[in-house]
Nanobody
Framework: VQLQASGGGLVQAGGSLRLSCAAS????????AAWFRQAPGKDREFVAA????????YSEDSVKGRFTVSRDNAKNTVYLQMNNLQPEDAAVYYC???????????????WGQGTQVTVSS
């Protein structure tokens, strides 16, 4: 499965972005999908995840109430709607699929290439 992330960019603090991650194969529909982020000099950290059917979601505490993860299996795509972005949200955002361990650990079978999110204060 190949994952193609898009939607990153430059936004002012308080603004919004919507990230998309398109998968190449229908097998994606049976996998948990997730978003992670990595800021310069920091470890990759969990942001949010969504179960294979889209009915169950998980979010890291700092993004709850601001970020929403969802998926459209008909389009083999997972989304991350990010509202009220803050400078500390700036990072390269990666999508991932097929959890091989706990959903909030970076143990996934497939990874996208990352998309840069920059937030100006």
């Amino acid at each position: 499965v190949q994952l193609q992330a898009s939607g990153g960019g430059l936004v002012q603090a308080g603004g919004s972005l919507r990230l998309s991650c398109a998968a190449s194969l229908r097998a994606f529909r049976s996998y948990t999908a997730a978003w992670f982020r990595q800021a310069p000099g920091k470890d990759r950290e969990f942001v949010a995840a969504v179960g294979y059917s889209g009915g169950i979601t998980y979010s890291e505490d700092s993004v709850k109430g601001r970020f929403t993860v969802s998926r459209d299996n008909a389009k083999n795509t997972v989304y991350l709607q990010m509202n009220n972005l803050q400078p500390e949200d700036a990072a390269v955002y990666y999508c991932a699929a097929q959890a091989l361990g706990p959903v909030n650990k970076a143990q996934y079978g497939y990874w996208g290439q990352g998309t840069q999110v920059t937030v100006s204060s």
